[in-house]
């Protein structure tokens, strides 16, 4: 007994945090910062809806290589899951990045609230080099691998068109070797120093910090310029020897060090890519759409409740707050992760209701089975639910089977309507069978009292 107030205890706790989770009102900053760590916190007040509940934005990105130059599939198919990556790095949920012919990728973005952003971090290459300044050569010689800036270029080009010397450049201007490239980074984070000021964090592989280590340590009091796609983001000097990890700084928004932390997190293009088009894709269900689909839902789940209770009493009313229990559980996860609903998405959730009750309907008809046979009502309910589980555990591990094929499906070949039924359908799953074997089962034995299984007791209060 002592144990199952504790299990209520809990049950009550979970309940109450998840309502208030899935409930449109305000949250706490803190909780919001914790649902995205080095990123834009999160508002929890409303789901995350797909590009048909929503719309959003559609970009068409192409090989920007000519014409006549024949591409490798797999170069595609990386550039591809590079540019999913960084979608998801983003911060978008359930996005579209799809493979269309031999030479273009589309990228549908459900929600999206900086269009330009998410443009930039998608097409830029993300090639970023750690270059040594000393001894390069502007002229003469040969450089391998370099890089340079856009307003060097410009200035170099007017002095050999005036027949002039070559200019002074800065370490920003300068043409570089490079010693290092992005692969030697294990993760990259946007954060802000201690003045607010915004910087980049990365972390390097243990291969990469020994080569880091060697080369600072040998170049302490010599600048290392840092590139991103021929552009300096920074060029300090080495003031010591650096082994795990370091900050790029520079005069970054919150933007720009998002976007170019996203780009360094996830590897260079092995593709460079051109937008050749953007969109604005407004919802295609429409509001009244979305309307009627969420009436249909809240009859749907009226009509089960009152089948629930009028056909078990008592149980089936400890079987509707544990449905009820499960469905702020689902909207609450629906924001945490956050999930992006669409059309398809609701469909799974309703279907995992559907599960739910069925799961409650064999665990009360093995009790029916167990009273008649003369038990008492303590055993038949600890024996309705040990003797049901196998029926549920085999039918919810089916489920969640084929939600893994549908939902590796929809990854693979760019279906996120299929992977987005998948992944709804999967966490109801899940906790329909915790609300059905730990929360039902809490709830029943809590009546287990001398009261309480006197009222149990009657057949009119369980229905049979």
């Not at 900053?29 to 809806?49: C, K, Q, V």
């Not at 009627?292 to 839902?297: D, E, K, P, T, V």
Request: charged share 15%; with cysteine.
């Amino acid at each position: 007994m002592r144990n199952n107030i504790s299990a209520l205890a809990a049950v009550i706790v979970l309940f109450l945090v998840s309502l208030y989770i899935a409930l449109p009102v305000d949250h706490p900053a803190w909780l919001e910062n914790a649902m995205a760590p080095g990123e834009e916190s999160r508002d929890l007040r409303n789901l995350t809806l797909g590009l048909d509940l929503e719309g959003g934005t559609q970009v068409l990105l192409e090989a920007d290589l000519p014409l006549e130059q024949e591409i490798d599939p797999e170069a595609m198919r990386s550039a591809r899951v590079i540019v999913e990556q960084r979608v998801n790095g983003l911060g978008v949920t359930e996005p579209l990045v799809q493979a269309q012919g031999e030479r273009r990728i589309v990228v549908e973005l459900p929600g999206i609230s900086n269009p330009e952003q998410a443009i930039n971090t998608l097409r830029s290459t993300g090639q970023l080099e750690f270059v040594d300044p000393a001894g390069a050569q502007l002229f003469g010689g040969v450089v391998i691998n370099t890089s340079l800036h856009p307003e060097a270029v410009a200035r170099l080009q007017d002095a050999v068109a005036a027949g002039e010397a070559a200019p002074q450049l800065t370490p920003y201007e300068q043409v570089f070797e490079t010693v290092m490239t992005g692969d030697i980074l294990r993760t990259a984070l946007a954060t802000q120093d201690q003045f607010g000021q915004w910087q980049i964090q990365f972390d390097l592989t243990a291969e990469g910090s020994e080569m880091f280590y060697e080369y600072t340590r040998a170049n302490i009091g010599l600048p290392l310029v840092i590139v991103l796609d021929g552009r300096v983001l920074s060029a300090p000097t080495i003031s010591a020897a650096i082994r795990d990890n370091g900050v790029i700084t520079g005069q970054f928004t919150q933007e720009d060090a998002d976007s170019l932390a996203i780009q360094m997190r996830y590897g260079a293009l092995p593709v460079p890519l051109q937008v050749v088009d953007t969109r604005t894709i407004g919802a295609s269900l429409g509001q009244d759409s979305v309307d009627s689909s969420l009436r249909a839902g809240i009859i749907g789940l009226s009509m089960v409740l009152l089948f629930m209770l009028i056909l078990y009493r008592l149980p089936g009313l400890l079987a509707n707050v544990a449905l009820i229990m499960y469905v702020a559980m689902n909207m609450a996860i629906y924001k945490l992760i956050p999930v992006t609903l669409t059309l398809p998405g609701i469909a799974g959730f309703l279907l995992s209701i559907g599960m739910a009750v069925d799961a409650n309907i064999l665990i009360f008809e093995r009790l029916r089975e167990e009273l008649r046979t003369g038990r008492s009502l303590r055993l038949a309910v600890e024996s309705g639910f040990s003797r049901a589980w196998p029926a549920i555990r085999d039918g919810n591990l089916s489920t969640l089977i084929s939600c893994a094929v549908l939902y590796w499906f929809g990854n693979s070949f760019g279906a996120s309507i299929v992977k987005g039924f998948a992944i709804t359908l999967a966490i109801g799953v899940a906790l329909s069978m915790f609300t059905a074997i730990f929360v039902t089962r809490t709830f029943m034995r809590s009546f287990l009292t001398a009261r309480g299984q006197k009222m149990l007791e009657s057949r009119a209060m369980i229905g049979y």
